[in-house]
């Protein structure tokens, strides 16, 4: 691939953020194609790759930029301004990247890190099962090691980016006689599998993540397997769900930002000053709600990326009662509130410039996207387990 890293070279004391902010005339300007057609956005993954933050997650030592979760969280919410489907792929990829940059073997380490810090690699999730709901931490198929390499055959629902993907990581149970608990993570190349993906993407929003039913099936070298054999519970509380939780509220919250600011440009403008009274008690009201409801969320999400950032750096318990409550809270939190916010954007931006799909401010495909949000990995199982939860923190710590 032809200079991954130029707009890093052109802005060289860029922050990550500001690289980000690059990037988002172009997703904002492939974002409504690529909703109309359920398509994968291509040339905001193309942008994304040149830009080096394909690379954020990647260690300095391995080419990447060394990012951290606030540097994840600032990104994601500077290129869900341009498109939320483009965010949410490229805060997946580095929650990917993540787990693989702290537990993947030093041999694959080696060999993979320095390909995804090129922009080279884009690498999907695959956790999905038939039968199992959104439960992430158990699996039905199982790993073969009767050879020394892992064999590999699984079915998934919905593998956001499949089509596209360089690299998977995939949740598999880690023998036919194991435990549907015991997971196993493991690492593979496209080139490494036969993929066959299944066609009837067709959702309300998110169109664009393209989140294919797909059959993977191949064979991968053993150093290829990512943390200890049925491990991945150990995993998903210490990296795998706290990148996730902090990626998908960042773009949820960096999306309504964007059409926030789209509505106050107009409203301030003469020409919007027509059709709006911004002397109204009611079109205040309505702008004000909406900003507490954004600056609520930023603020939630800033204490989580702290107290997780503290914890990762001096060896903290992450699956500490209090602190898995905040994690689960904040996504439950960022989605159900900025939905409320969307709700309200549209009733503040009315028939013409909220409801109507060929209105010049995206609210219309905003509210279809972020009602997704709940459903993503649903709010329902995350506040069941929250329940249980606080029970077990009967002093309710705070940070």
């Known amino acids: 691939m032809s200079a991954p890293s130029a707009q890093a070279q052109a802005l060289p004391t860029a922050t990550p953020a500001e690289l980000a902010r690059l990037l988002v005339p172009v997703l904002r300007e492939t974002a409504a194609a690529a909703d109309e057609s359920a398509s994968f956005p291509v040339a905001a993954l193309d942008a994304l790759r040149a830009s080096g933050l394909m690379g954020l997650s990647v260690p300095v030592e391995y080419g990447g930029l060394g990012g951290s979760l606030a540097d994840m969280a600032a990104v994601a919410q500077e290129l869900g301004r341009g498109s939320l489907s483009a965010a949410l792929i490229w805060a997946m990829h580095c929650q990917q990247v993540v787990t693989l940059a702290e537990y993947a073997t030093p041999g694959l380490k080696s060999r993979l890190l320095p390909r995804i810090a090129r922009g080279e690699v884009y690498v999907a999730s695959v956790t999905s099962e038939a039968g199992k709901g959104g439960h992430l931490t158990s699996a039905a198929a199982a790993l073969d090691r009767e050879t020394e390499e892992l064999l590999i055959h699984r079915e998934a629902p919905i593998v956001t980016g499949g089509a596209q993907a360089d690299g998977f990581l995939i949740t598999m149970r880690d023998a036919a006689d194991a435990s549907s608990n015991a997971v196993t993570l493991v690492y593979a190349d496209r080139e490494q599998l036969e ?65 926030l600011r789209d509505a106050l440009t107009m409203l301030r403008d003469p020409a919007g000053r027509r059709d ?22 930023d603020a939630f999400l800033g204490t989580v990326v702290r107290e997780i950032e503290e914890l990762r750096r001096g060896g903290g318990d992450i699956g500490a009662a209090p602190v898995q409550l905040r994690l689960n809270g904040l996504k439950v939190f960022a989605s159900e509130t900025l939905m409320d916010a969307a709700d309200r954007l549209m009733d503040l931006l009315g028939l013409r410039h909220g409801y109507m799909r060929s209105s010049a401010i995206p609210m219309e495909r905003l509210f279809r996207d972020i009602k997704s949000a709940r459903l993503n990995y649903s709010n329902d199982r995350l506040t069941t387990a929250n329940g249980t939860l606080t029970l077990l923190d009967p002093e309710v710590r705070l940070v």
């Open 276 to 297: 709006f009274n911004l002397r109204s008690e009611l079109v205040l009201d309505r702008i004000a709600r909406i900003r507490l409801d954004v600056d609520a969320v």
């Open 195 to 259: 993929t066959t993906q299944r066609d009837g993407w067709n959702p309300m929003g998110m169109r664009a993540t393209h989140s294919v039913a797909m059959t993977l099936h191949g064979t991968v070298p053993a150093d290829q397997q990512v943390g200890a054999a049925g491990a991945f519970a150990d995993i998903s509380g210490a990296v795998f769900a706290p990148a996730a939780h902090i990626g998908w509220s960042a773009s949820w919250l960096g999306a309504v930002c964007g059409v």
